[in-house]
């Protein structure tokens, strides 16, 4: 790492038997300015590779400042959580084991927060196969509006994935990290947390992440349960006191849209994965469960995308 000065960014990669793809997540750090950044690797309870791999790469590129650390095998928010608890840069950035962050990310989520109030900046998410193809992928950013930000995230998860997000450090501990008792929406529930801190600033230029689609990913699994009663992480968003106050009458309509794009999304899920058929059959049944689904019409247009 060149220079004394203290790096902008901590990234935090919580990783678990990822040694199939956390290589070229690695190397797409590569292409980023060298002293903005280090790296923090957990390796949450991995039966793999992973950690040869991640040494490897350590060995490698001594101008990148990583260090790993043995995780609590206690899931990816317990992960993402200790890894929070020794950063000390101004800004964190969690990023999947199998994503690639775009080589002007950093740059451009310093030039978006640098002056400004934001709590953080948001960069638009491309979607990529297994095997790195791009995938259609709608502009995440055109659902961040101006004002009100908190309530469009409870309603919709435009962030997508938080590897396309630069939080404050300082507010991401404020609203004490992760809830590790959650294990699917553990990330919307985190975002929700730290928008009522303040709002986001979106990134000008191409993207900042290519998000994986991997087919046995936690997206995947979750949508395998399209009619589950109990979403717990809906329950916390409603039970915040802070959420609650913010939000006020509006957070139980906000709620019901967010369960019915939760459904739509596990829709589309399951249509890229060629299961066309159930996806169908699945159109069909949510229209009778969710028939407030036909008065969202900008919803159907992105799943048709």
Not at 92 to 114: G, Y
Request: a positive charge; charged letters at 25%; proline letters at 4%.
């Amino acid at each position: 790492m060149t220079g004394q000065a203290r790096p902008l960014f901590g990234i935090i990669i919580a990783a678990r038997n990822a040694d199939r793809f956390i290589l070229d997540t690695l190397r797409s750090l590569t292409f980023l300015p060298n002293d903005l950044f280090r790296v923090i690797v957990v390796n949450d309870g991995s039966t793999d590779g992973t950690a040869d791999v991640v040494e490897t790469f350590k060995d490698a590129h001594p101008e990148i400042d990583l260090t790993l650390l043995d995780g609590p095998a206690r899931g990816v928010s317990a992960a993402r959580n200790k890894g929070l608890s020794q950063t000390n840069t101004p800004y964190v950035i969690f990023l999947d084991a199998d994503d690639l962050l775009a080589a002007d990310a950093l740059d451009s989520f310093r030039a978006a927060l640098t002056d400004v109030a934001s709590v953080a900046a948001l960069g638009r998410v491309l979607r990529i196969t297994e095997d790195g193809n791009p995938m259609p992928s709608p502009d995440n950013r055109d659902l961040l509006p101006e004002s009100d930000q908190l309530y469009a995230l409870i309603r919709k998860n435009f962030i997508v994935n938080g590897g396309a997000l630069a939080i404050r450090t300082e507010v991401a501990k404020a609203v004490e990290g992760y809830d590790e008792t959650l294990k699917y929406g553990e990330d919307w529930e985190f975002w929700c947390r730290v928008l009522t801190q303040g709002k986001l600033t979106a990134l000008q230029n191409d993207y900042a992440l290519k998000y994986r689609q991997i087919s046995t990913g936690a997206n995947v699994t979750a949508a395998s349960k399209p009619f589950a009663r109990d979403i717990l992480c809906l329950k916390r968003v409603r039970k915040n006191p802070v959420i609650r106050q913010q939000v006020g009458w509006r957070l139980l309509v906000a709620l019901r849209m967010r369960r019915v794009d939760i459904f739509w999304s596990g829709v589309r899920t399951t249509y890229q994965y060629g299961q066309k058929r159930a996806a169908l059959l699945l159109s069909a049944v949510g229209l009778l469960v969710y028939p407030d689904s036909i008065m969202r019409p900008r919803l159907a247009l992105r799943l048709l995308k």
